[in-house]
Structure formats: structure tokens, C-alpha cells
T-cell receptor, first 112, second 114 residues
Framework: GDSVTQMEGPVTLSEEAFLTINCTYT??????LFWYVQYPGEGLQLLLK?????DKGSNKGFEATYRKETTSFHLEKGSVQVSDSAVYFC???????????FGKGTRLSVIA | EPEVTQTPSHQVTQMGQEVILRCVPI?????FYWYRQILGQKVEFLVS????????KSEIFDDQFSVERPDGSNFTLKIRSTKLEDSAMYFC????????????FGSGTRLTVV
């Protein structure tokens, strides 16, 4: 079935470090891909999305490119801040109106 | 920015009791969802609702669960007889144009069954 695999956390970085959180997916057809973020004590917020191959989603300095050839949607940020500390979820919608499928989440801690 | 509102933020209930979790989706959205997240684990799909009926449900969504949109604004999840393993964070979400455009999630209700 459709699934998302994320790198295991937690990830701990110093402020201003480069961030990569790997995400790969398995899906039939042409899924749409998403990154959601969950700050401590809060709900899930859409961070960015891409709906077709080679699209790049970007928001708040974060980027991810939909790579069909490698079935990946890795999240990157050039310089993380303490305020980026959160859990990041990669997710996909397989097709049409099928529900969003989440990865297990990756906890990021950024230290000053 | 429009929000999805969930109440209560935290509910404690005794095993075997019925609970109703409430959600107010964004007003012009048409698709509604419930997800849950057991502490430290992945976010799992429960049910989707469109045009006043369930459009899809997962294996988790058994006969103990039901959803309603009683008055055109609220969207509720009922658990008839709670079990310890129902303890989780429950998230409501809505979408205006279908899932491909991303969902807006509420802040969640933390359900603790004792």
C-alpha cells in the first residue's frame, strides 16, 4: 500500500546549521507530497507541498523537491533557528480524494 | 487566517464511557477528517466525510466510532465505549478543494482514558 518513510530522529543541530530530513514514499500513480510541522503542544501545520514531479515547495526558508525518479521529497533548510524545533511529518495523498498518509515524524531540536 | 477549532483541548474519561470530540471546520470547506496520534507514534487516519456521509474509513474506525455533522458547522467524533488504547491526540481537519490541496488541522483534543 501507499506509505511514507522518514529518517529516524531525533535530530539535534546547532543554530545556523544546515538541515536535511529525508523522506521517501511508495505510491501507485502520481501522489501529491506534503511536509507538516508540529510545534510543541500544538496541532499540525502545513509547511509546504508539491503536486507533481520536479515541483519545489518552499516556505519559511524550508524547501523540498518532488523527485519521481528517486521517490523522494527531502526537506532542507540552509540555516536553522531555535524556533524551528518541532516534529516534522512527511505525508502524501496517493491520488484523487484518498486520505493523507503520514510518515512517523522526525523530531528536530535546535540548540543555541 | 481561518482556523479549525477543536474542543475540548483535553478530556479525561473512564474506561467504558462515551466521549464526543467536537470540531468546527473552516466554514466553506467541504471535506472533513479525523486523525489520531498515539503518544510518540505516527498520525493515523480514522475517517473522511464528504457530502454528509463517510467517504472512507480505516480499520481503526470500528463500530465504536461514529461521526456526525449535526448542524452544518460542527463535526463530531463519538467513541461509544472508550478503551485504554483509545488514549491519544485526536485531530480534526478540513479541506476546501480535496486532499491534494492540503488539509487545515485543528490543535487537537488529548483524550486520556483511565
Amino acid at each position: 500500500g501507499d506509505s511514507v518513510t522518514q529518517m529516524e530522529g531525533p535530530v539535534t543541530l546547532s543554530e545556523e546549521a544546515f538541515l536535511t530530513i529525508n523522506c521517501t514514499y511508495t505510491a501507485t500513480g502520481y501522489p501529491s507530497l506534503f511536509w507538516y510541522v508540529q510545534y510543541p503542544g500544538e496541532g499540525l501545520q502545513l509547511l509546504l507541498k508539491a503536486t507533481k514531479a520536479d515541483d519545489k515547495g518552499s516556505n519559511k526558508g524550508f524547501e523540498a523537491t518532488y523527485r519521481k525518479e528517486t521517490t523522494s521529497f527531502h526537506l532542507e533548510k540552509g540555516s536553522v533557528q531555535v524556533s524551528d524545533s518541532a516534529v516534522y511529518f512527511c505525508a502524501l495523498v496517493p491520488s484523487g480524494n484518498t486520505p493523507l498518509v503520514f510518515g512517523k515524524g522526525t523530531r528536530l531540536s535546535v540548540i543555541a | 487566517e481561518p482556523e479549525v477549532t477543536q474542543t475540548p483541548s483535553h478530556q479525561v474519561t473512564q474506561m467504558g464511557q462515551e466521549v464526543i470530540l467536537r470540531c468546527v471546520p473552516i466554514s466553506n470547506h467541504l471535506y472533513f477528517y479525523w486523525y489520531r496520534q498515539i503518544l510518540g507514534q505516527k498520525v493515523e487516519f480514522l475517517v473522511s466525510f464528504y457530502n454528509n456521509e463517510i467517504s472512507e474509513k480505516s480499520e481503526i474506525f470500528d463500530d465504536q466510532f461514529s461521526v456526525e455533522r449535526p448542524d452544518g458547522s460542527n463535526f463530531t467524533l463519538k467513541i461509544r465505549s472508550t478503551k485504554l488504547e483509545d488514549s491519544a491526540m485526536y485531530f480534526c481537519a478540513s479541506s476546501g478543494r480535496g486532499p491534494n490541496y492540503g488539509y487545515t488541522f485543528g490543535s487537537g483534543t488529548r483524550l486520556t482514558v483511565v
